[in-house]
Antibody, heavy 122, light 107 residues
Framework: EVRLLESGGGLVQPGGSLRLSCAASGFTFRTYAMGWVRQAPGKGLEWVSLITGGGGSTYYADAVKGRFTISRDNPKNTLYLQMHSLRADDTAVYYC???????????????WGQGTQVAVSS | EIVLTQSPGTLSLSPGESATLSCRASQSVASNYLAWYQQSPGQAPRLLIYGASIRATGVPDRFSGSGSGTDFTLTISRLEPEDFAVYYCQQYANSLTFGGGTKVEIK
């Protein structure tokens, strides 16, 4: 079964750190670019970050640049998002998503996980 | 950054009717690199359309996408109960951005 399963969300204080993980199964993970998209409570979708299939190129939204780092472990079929200096406006459901194209970069997102909740509050 | 503006914000329709959703870009979206997603309450988004008009695997043919340049449309013919949801457009020509969404609700 083709699937993405996020973990690592939780409650963290402002200024804190958190690492999200996304376990992929059912497809050749290393072939595809992967990304993170978040959704604040009651709001729309916001792209966060993307990494190419081989991991050589990464992209970030301006809102998280310098604070978040995306990475992947292809032998483990796992995607990560390391988040530092968290702020209240980072509170959201974070979705892991698979890109639909060649793995080389920016694409549509054809497979989504169910999301993991991140809450930043004191 | 390409800003995507979706309209209307909310569309109130009855089952069996057709829906026309608009997505307007602040600048031309190269190569029609535009996708549409459906999100039902409490669920993850689901890809419907990519390349402006290519239906994703398993998407019913009552969903169709059209447009080019700065103006794109998602049309849902013969609304089914499960089609009442929020729809987002997304461009992937210049970084990635999403529109603000259109909610299709039951009238």
């Amino acid at each position: 079964e083709v699937r993405l399963l996020e973990s690592g969300g939780g409650l963290v204080q402002p200024g804190g750190s958190l690492r999200l993980s996304c376990a992929a199964s059912g497809f050749t993970f290393r072939t595809y670019a992967m990304g993170w998209v978040r959704q604040a409570p009651g709001k729309g979708l916001e792209w966060v970050s993307l990494i190419t299939g081989g991991g050589g190129s990464t992209y970030y939204a301006d809102a998280v640049k310098g604070r978040f780092t995306i990475s992947r472990d292809n032998p483990k079929n796992t995607l990560y998002l390391q988040m530092h200096s968290l702020r209240a406006d980072d509170t959201a459901v974070y979705y892991c998503a698979k890109c639909g194209g060649s793995g080389a970069g920016l694409d549509w997102l054809d497979l989504w996980g169910q999301g993991t909740q991140v809450a930043v509050s004191s | 950054e390409i800003v995507l503006t979706q309209s209307p914000g909310t569309l109130s329709l009855s089952p069996g009717e057709s829906a026309t959703l608009s997505c307007r870009a602040s600048q031309s979206v190269a190569s029609n690199y535009l996708a549409w997603y459906q999100q039902s309450p409490g669920q993850a988004p689901r890809l419907l359309i990519y390349g402006a008009s290519i239906r994703a695997t398993g998407v019913p043919d009552r969903f169709s996408g059209s447009g080019s340049g700065t103006d794109f449309t998602l049309t849902i013919s013969r609304l089914e109960p499960e089609d009442f949801a929020v729809y987002y457009c997304q461009q992937y020509a210049n970084s990635l951005t999403f529109g603000g969404g259109t909610k299709v609700e039951i009238k």
